[in-house]
């Protein structure tokens, strides 16, 4: 009988033994922070009087619009000037370049020295050489007007602006922001993960994401290294397990939603 009862404890204990550890399993939930995931600073690299703000904060904006503009005044005169120049010396490479080959004529006929030759060669590789540093300059030039003006590099939210009109933006030294630009519908969840549950919060795992009464798939795109120092001891944790910052990246289907909002992160 005791032998019988040893038995039925036994097979009991293995029971328990396989199936607890698979029923405890369940979702694990995170609080999160929503963030804007595609997040840029835009700025010129010319320096310029600012003519025209287009945009204000909080404003929706489509790809390759533009949200400020420099004075054109400079810039489409220095293209101008740019142009003439080349002008000029494409005239004088050609000049150069048929005084070259009269040289060389006259010199296989035994007409002219070396060295009136080669004085001629001189000054059509001299003019050959002042027209592509024309040339040069007036990509310069068009650089610089093309990029006198801020466009939206893609669709998204004007989050913060930095630009009045008739201002001086002087970026000869360093670049001056002038809009905070984010995609619309591109949104980080950025929680706090315990060093237990990292090796479950891989690159790539899917979870779900909660803000409010709506739900959206997110995918874990980054897990740090280090710890954030600054939760060791926090009251908010029962434990003084450090924790690592995690991001999920989701997607909104053009749901606008604010940096700061509240989230939950459910992996399964």
């Known amino acids: 009988m005791k032998k019988f009862i040893y038995l039925q404890l036994l097979v009991i204990s293995m029971f328990v033994t396989t199936i607890v550890p698979f029923s405890l399993v369940g979702a694990a939930t995170y609080d999160a922070t929503v963030r804007f995931a595609n997040r840029v600073t835009l700025s010129m690299p010319v320096s310029g009087i600012i003519k025209s703000v287009y945009v204000a904060a909080g404003q929706h904006i489509q790809a390759e619009q533009i949200l400020i503009a420099l004075d054109q005044t400079p810039f489409e005169a220095a293209v101008a000037q740019a142009n003439a120049e080349v002008t000029i010396r494409a005239t004088k490479k050609t000049q150069a370049m048929r005084d070259y080959q009269q040289a060389q004529e006259l010199y296989d006929r035994t007409v002219l020295s070396n060295v009136e030759l080669e004085n001629a060669k001189l000054k059509a590789d001299r003019a050959t050489a002042a027209y592509s540093a024309a040339q040069a300059s007036l990509t310069i030039a068009k650089f610089n007007l093309a990029h006198s003006k801020v466009i939206a590099p893609f669709d998204g939210l004007v989050l913060q602006l930095y630009a009045k009109e008739n201002e001086n933006v002087n970026n000869a030294l360093e670049s001056q922001p002038l809009v905070v630009f984010a995609a619309k519908d591109q949104y980080t969840a950025k929680m706090l993960a315990p060093l237990s549950a ?28 280090e710890p954030v120092e600054s939760i060791y001891g926090n009251k908010e944790f029962d434990d003084k397990e450090a924790r690592y910052e995690v991001n999920v990246e989701f997607k909104t289907d053009n749901i606008v939603l604010r940096a700061g909002q509240s989230a939950r992160v459910e992996f399964p």
Do not use: C, M
């Open 198 to 225: 990292l090796a479950l919060l891989a690159i790539g795992q899917k979870g779900k994401v909660t803000i409010g009464n709506k739900q959206f798939t997110g995918t874990v795109i980054s897990t740090a290294l």
